[in-house]
Every structure is written in C-alpha cells, then in structure tokens.
C-alpha cells in the first residue's frame, strides 16, 4: 500500500474497472498471471502487478479490478491489474535517476528508474520490459 508506481501514458492503451470473475483463470500458470480477459472481442493476458513486483498480490474475489492495458512498441498488448489507479503526473525526464541502491534488487528489471515526487518515490515502471519478462522462456 505504500508503494506507488508510474507508468508512461504513452503505453496506455486504456484503463479498465472490471469485476473479479470476468477473468478466466488459466490452470498451470505462474502465480504472477491472473488469467485472460476478453475485451472487445480481443484476448489479453492480466497479471497481478503487485505480485511480479514482489509485493503483496490482488485477489479475483474482490468485487471490481483495475486493469492497466499496456502496449509497449512492437508487443502485443497485456493487462496490469493494479490496486488502485491514482491519477496522472508529470515527471521531468531528467529527475528520473538510477533505482539501483534505492529500491529492493528484484523490482530493478522491471524499472526505468525512480523518482522522487512531493516527498514520495515513485518507481518509473517499464512496460517494455514486464511484457518481455512474461514472454521470455523460463530458466532452466
């Protein structure tokens, strides 16, 4: 709950409020991945954000989600179910600094960087990278 992210509205496709059980779970998938979402006629995979960011996950028994349709260049779309969406702000390019020494180590591949915002540090995510992490084939 204090952790607050961003994401650029470049990469956002749209932002969706949809009840828990319009996810169909997936069997035999990471615990990351909350299942698929049919929306407009098109298949997305939604994965619990928080989770992948090493934070306590989401629950499908709530009664509404908050979807983050995500589509970085050159990928296919992919939905971050987030808890709460808390508005928009501007950052400077230049304010955003390394989070290497500032953040635990496990968020760092998933981050541009932070940045430091009204006395909060907010984490730059990358969606590029989450939606090449989640494709990328498992370690062996």
């Known amino acids: 709950s ?5 994401l650029a509205t470049a990469e956002i496709q749209e932002v969706l409020v949809v009840p828990g059980f319009k996810l169909t779970v997936m069997p035999n998938m990471s615990a990351v991945v909350l ?15 928080p989770l992948l960011l090493g934070l306590p996950g989401l629950s499908l028994e709530v009664s509404q989600l908050t979807i983050a349709i995500v589509r970085p260049p050159g990928e296919k779309p992919l939905g971050l179910a987030v808890p709460q969406l ?10 955003i600094q390394s989070p290497v020494g500032t953040v635990a180590a496990g968020l760092i591949p998933y981050l541009q960087g932070c940045c430091l915002h009204h006395q909060e540090i907010l ?5 590029a990278a989450i939606t090449q992490a989640l ?6």
Do not use: C, M, Q
């Open 2 to 6: 204090d952790t607050t992210a961003v």
């Open 35 to 49: 299942g698929l979402l049919n929306h407009r006629n098109r298949v997305i995979w939604v994965i619990d954000l």
């Open 86 to 95: 808390r508005g928009l702000v501007r950052l400077e390019p230049e304010k």
């Open 123 to 127: 984490l730059v995510l990358a969606a």
């Open 135 to 140: 494709s990328a084939p498992p370690e062996t």
